[in-house]
């Protein structure tokens, strides 16, 4: 299984904070898994690390809260998403 872990930087939530509520971070997010999908690099699912408040933006975009993550970047327990290409 190929799993691709998504790094979400700070200056993709700074972008999502400028342009809040008029879809465009949806879009990019949608874009960014549409060009996984067909990379053609046999990715099974995608994992990223979300604060709470991020979740429902995910999940729009068709991710899956998995639960606490393992693993923690700074001092916020972040939460694990999963988007599965095969489910």
Wanted: hydrophobic share 45%; aromatic share 18%.
């Amino acid at each position: 299984m190929l799993c691709y872990v998504i790094m979400c930087s700070y200056v993709f939530y700074f972008y999502l904070q400028i342009f809040a509520y008029q879809g465009l971070g949806t879009k990019l997010m949608v874009a960014y898994v549409d060009h996984i999908r067909a990379s053609q690099m046999n990715v099974e699912k995608m994992l990223l690390l979300s604060k709470q408040a991020l979740v429902p933006f995910y999940t729009r975009c068709g991710f899956k809260c998995v639960g606490p993550a393992d693993v923690t970047h700074g001092q916020l327990c972040k939460l694990l998403l999963e988007y599965s290409f095969y489910s």
